[in-house]
């Protein structure tokens, strides 16, 4: 069952991956990544982790993407114009990016003992929920980072009104 | 009698429980715009829909079967795959989230609680996400119309929904903090210990988280006095101008589902769910069998029904917001206000703990 699901969603994930790449309407581009975003809502689900995907759901496919489409439709954004691309970005380009997918691989294969793993044969059965557990964790041992990332939100809260400002 | 395994039974179980609540569903959803248009008509000193059948209780019947035999226009200038899917996504956003709420008493049978489709333990966030979710269907639809009245209803549909949504979530917390969980089952039963006395708009306090939700959810839902996305003085129809037959029939079932999936949320949240106001006091009466299962499902329908009847008497009742009052109401007023609501509700539980 999460074997099934993970290979429907994770082909999911990749097709529209490269679909938002090669959509030339900013919308299109827009709702593919909407579509990456809840295929890996559903992946966190299955692994076990139900409040990260909900809210993965809330956060990104609910509040940030639906900002992109809004400013999308709002700014009117016409369709792409499709060039050549530069020689030195084929050429430099995919020998890259796949040099960084093998390192990537490479590393995450290497230190997968220090990782930890998690079963994908179903939830997190332990007596107290995937929640709470997060909860104590961000408010116990995290919670300075927690604050100082709440801050740090704020500080850039502060600085798009101060820009916003400088225009009206 | 043929031998089942658990896992056919959760399946044959599940699938019988969705059709029958989607059937209700969709029933409850064409009922509420016959009763929206006879409780309007009265409120307004006419008759209301009175031909079609006894006392016009045939209307939705009539309704159905003419969307579905229009003719299904698609404009020229369309963009066509959106277009299309934007409805779709609309209805099944709010279908979706109705599989969320427990409406009857924890009843199992083979060990499958029958009277709720599926029990996540963060059934609150799933609702909420799946809402946040159903924003798309309004936002395509107005942009892939290619019409500048559906363009502004949908603009501004999507800035009041992504506003209301913030202040939705916070009013809901005070009710989390006192329930300390995120499934909708142990919300109810966390109010579920001296009837009416401990739902938690009367002994939890969290009235003004109630009164809070309760706007918020008739700006998300896009009902009046917030319906500017609809203003039909100033849109023409808004979002859905563009639309015939039954992609325009999927938007008004949407918007229906939407009202009850969120009256539904209300009653679970702060009026005790599935619980009677009376607590336990008649227990003694029916302690087994077939009423003490169908008693609770009884007055959550009640309740959920009260809260529609209130949905449509603000209708008929209140003037549209303008567009700078929805903001500010909504910025200004009803986010702090909810902050405040967090902040007092988590200072006596811990001074009580």
């Not at chain 2, 333990?121 to 946040?132: D, K």
């Not at chain 2, 896009?222 to 859905?240: K, Q, T």
Request: charged share 10%.
């Amino acid at each position: 069952m999460q074997i099934a699901l993970f290979t429907i969603f994770g082909l999911l994930a990749v097709i529209a991956a490269l679909n938002m790449l090669l959509q030339r309407h900013p919308i299109n581009s827009a709702l593919s990544l909407v579509v990456v975003m809840m295929s890996l809502a559903v992946l966190y689900w299955s692994l076990g982790a139900e409040f990260l995907a909900a809210a993965q759901i809330i956060v990104y496919a609910g509040a940030v993407m639906v900002l992109f489409v809004f400013v999308v439709m709002l700014l009117n954004a016409g369709e792409e114009q499709r060039t050549k691309g530069s020689k030195i970005a084929s050429i430099a380009g995919f020998p890259g990016a796949a040099a960084i997918f093998c390192l990537l691989t490479f590393i995450f294969l290497k230190n997968r003992a220090a990782l930890g793993n998690t079963q994908l044969s179903g939830l997190y059965n332990g007596a107290e929920s995937n929640l709470t557990r997060i909860a104590h964790a961000l408010f116990t041992n995290l919670l300075l980072p927690f604050e100082v990332t709440s801050v740090l939100v704020l500080v850039a809260i502060l600085g798009a009104v101060v820009l916003a400002r400088k225009e009206l | 009698m043929i031998h089942l395994s658990a896992f056919q039974i959760f399946l044959l179980l599940t699938v019988l429980k969705i059709a029958v609540v989607l059937v209700i569903t969709l029933t409850a959803v064409a009922y509420t715009v016959l009763l929206e248009r006879k409780v309007l008509g009265r409120m307004q000193n006419r008759w209301g829909p009175s031909r079609v059948g006894p006392f016009g209780l045939l209307q939705p019947l009539a309704d159905g079967i003419k969307l579905f035999l229009k003719e299904d226009l698609m404009p020229l200038a369309v963009e066509r795959p959106l277009f299309v899917a934007a409805p779709v996504i609309a209805l099944a956003c709010a279908l979706i989230s109705i599989s969320m709420v427990p409406f009857g008493a924890e009843t199992t049978y083979q060990g499958v609680d029958l009277f709720q489709i599926a029990n996540i333990n963060v059934g609150l966030l799933i609702i909420l996400g799946v809402t946040s979710i159903g924003v798309y269907g309004i936002a395509l639809s107005g942009w892939s119309s290619n019409n500048k009245y559906s363009l502004f209803g949908s603009l501004r549909s999507t800035a009041q929904v992504i506003s209301y949504e913030l202040a939705l979530g916070l009013s809901l917390v005070g009710v989390i903090l006192r329930a300390g969980s995120l499934s909708l089952r142990d919300i109810v039963n966390s109010q579920s210990a001296h009837g009416a006395r401990s739902w938690n708009i009367f002994g939890g306090l969290q009235i003004v988280g109630f009164f809070i939700y309760l706007m918020a959810a008739y700006a998300e839902t896009n009902r009046s006095p917030f319906d500017l996305p609809e203003a039909e003085s100033e849109l023409v129809a808004g979002y859905h101008t563009e639309y015939s037959s039954m992609k325009f029939a999927m938007f008004f079932m949407a918007e229906y589902a939407n009202m009850i999936t969120v009256a539904c949320v209300a009653t679970l949240l702060f009026f005790g769910g599935a619980s009677s106001p009376f607590g336990h006091l008649t227990d003694h009466l029916f302690a087994t069998g077939f009423i003490h299962a169908v008693l609770p499902i009884f007055w959550f329908v009640f309740k959920v029904f009260s809260f529609i009847l209130l949905y449509i008497w603000v209708r008929a009742t209140l003037p549209r917001f303008r567009y700078d009052q929805l903001m500010g109401f909504g910025w200004k007023f009803l986010l702090p206000l909810a902050m405040v609501n967090i902040l007092a509700t988590a200072l006596v539980l811990a001074f009580r703990s």
